[in-house]
């Protein structure tokens, strides 16, 4: 699936949806798409009339399934000239330029062990494309999530999160707050802390395949707590991002 | 806009446009510090066409890829080598 000539495909917004105040998904109907696995990317290209274009890679949110659309979860940026487009010009009927799908490594392939999904802000988007793949597949892995947002308005598929808990066997969600928690939370909004994912990880004897997907600085606390914690390195998987513009 | 720091999971496209196979997963090995990475685990500062990959370990610069209209500029100095996974042979 990913050792093919890369092309450029004319996408068309056929839907999209707001996620936050800040965030906003994309369902794209993409002709001839190859279909792809949780946790890939895309390349996603600007042309201005005169030429100059801006080129931007984004996590795939979707579970590739018949319904053969591919869904762009995009975070805007302030003054980032991709972004902002993508969340407040881009208008449903519009054409996108994209390639994809691309990257094999921070991917899941529904393999055996249990799996703990860490995620930063929008780096929620390619571990939301994993519990999707495993709902559509009634994979029976099981799956914890942390994740840890600013505030509860930040959080993205706050309402899918909810109901894949309750309909999705064997997942487990747990939110970490760093700004405002929701009204009655038991603790003070704070950082992810080597308490939360020893107490919402799995034990590294269970040797989970592990996701962890955010800012650089989020990512590179999380895999310094699961190292320490004993997990090995080799099955700690990451993917950062400065805020992709 | 310039000094976004990403990884070389964002690379993947730029990478395999060259390769025409998925390079994320291949091993590159540090010249500076010989610390062996998985290519996606390199820090990236983009964005394209323009991306500097370094070594996790040490910052060296391990691989630098321009893309122009009609071509592409490969630096691979910084690394001693690059393991590529490959099907087994038939």
New interface residues.
Partial sequence: M?????VWRAATVESARTESPTARTLVLRVPQWPGHLPGQ???VRLTAPDGYS????YSIASAWNDTGVVELTVQRVE???VSTYLTDGLEVGQPLEL??P?????VWRNEPPPVLLVAGGSGIVPLMAMIRARGDVRGRQPFRLVYSARTPQDVLYATELARRVRDDPGLDVTFVYTRKTPEGWPTPPGRLTVATLNTHGWPPDFAPDVFVCGP?SFVETAADILVALGHDPKKI????????? | ?T????????????L??VF???V??AVATCGGCGEPS????L?VWG???GLVARCPGCDDVVLRLVRGPDRAWLDLRGAVSLQLPMPPAP
């Fill in positions: 990913t050792n093919r000539r890369l990317h895309v390349d801006a080129q931007r890679s003054e980032g000239e390639r994809g691309v990257g094999g490594w921070f650089t998987r990451t993917e950062r991002f400065g805020g992709t513009s | 806009m000094g976004q720091e990403l990884d070389g999971n964002a690379m993947a496209g730029e395999q446009e025409a196979v998925d994320t997963t998985v290519v996606a685990r820090r964005p394209a066409p």
